[in-house]
């Protein structure tokens, strides 16, 4: 299928992500506007392009809490959320449990509360407006220890925020591993929280394993080092437990792929792995969920029903109800099938 009508297919079909850091969908217009309130002017295209330059996840995580400073006030949090309506809108995506960081803001003072009615606030202006559904998952990462992990935690308990459905564990995964964060694992499970964590995105598949045997995360952000341990992969398969793959940051970040073109991804869903597809930071990796369905069927060779199946695992992976992922399976399926009806010169 050519691009064009790939596109155009790709977006009449409403699709799920949940892999996506709410921060990292700022628009350039954001960036601007905020550096103009902050510094009194534009960007400089020479600092635009600096601060978008990294060559490895340590980089790229120093960018993202850059941009994290450049949000001085609370309320600019609002404008995070007019660029993620946007970012749905453009990707036709009917679902998304969406990460949000707080700690950088949280050590400039803001209270958690006024962040966690503005997630709120978004989520229902976007709803309103769109009819899309947003959830949140705080990321009360690996990179600044266990006692603000569990103080994240503590907070999020603390606000029962009906949109906030789990925590994650993203940042540096060489830099602190799985098994420290146990116990805030544990707290949040009690506490009736969704679990989910980053591993084998740049350590080998013992940081996966780890992950699922002792913090018992319900999917996994990207694991691809599965890929690289045969057995675990099968084992993998057998348990059904998904991965959030985001085939571009992982090139970007180029600890297991430089091009594309080797992503494993193909080799996990041949394999039987529960795979579902996403961005991870689409700003900071110039990519749209769009754009990633295009760049494994066009890359990889994923067949047009293995692009669908990525799509339903998408939302049988999330954290909604069973009744609500046969409606929305059911929807895709009309979607599609109306999709090629009205183009019948395009065959399956
Ligand atoms: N935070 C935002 N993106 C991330 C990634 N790819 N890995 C770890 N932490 C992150
Ligand atoms: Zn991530």
Known sequence: MKKKE?????TSVPKAELHLHEEAVISKETINKLHKEN????????????????SDLAGFLDSFITIQKFFTKVDNLYYITDDLESYLIDNNISYCETFFSPTSHLR????????????????????????RTVRYIVDVSRSFGVEN??????????AKNPYIVGIGLGGNEEAAPARDFQSVFENAKKAGLHVVAHAGETVESWSMKDTINLLHAERIGHGISAAYDEPFMQELAESRIPLEISPTSNTFIGKYVKDIKDHPIRKLFDAGVNVTLNTDDPTFF??????????????????LDGIKQLILN?????FISDEEKKRRSDEVESRWTAWFQGHPQVKL
Do not use: C, P
Not at 6 to 10: A, G, N, P, S
Not at 314 to 318: D, L, P, V
């Open 6 to 10: 790939f596109y155009d297919l790709l």
């Open 39 to 54: 510094f009194g002017g534009t960007m400089s295209k020479d600092a635009l392009k600096g601060l978008f330059a990294y």
């Open 108 to 131: 400039k003072g803001w209270e958690f509360g006024r962040m966690s009615q503005i997630l709120a606030d978004g989520a229902e202006k976007i709803m309103r407006d769109t009819g």
């Open 149 to 158: 992990a569990q103080h994240n935690l503590d907070l999020v308990i603390a």
């Open 286 to 303: 110039k990519v749209s969920l769009v754009d990633e369905y295009w760049n494994v069927y066009h890359n990889l060779g994923f067949s």
């Open 314 to 318: 998408g939302f049988n992976a999330s």
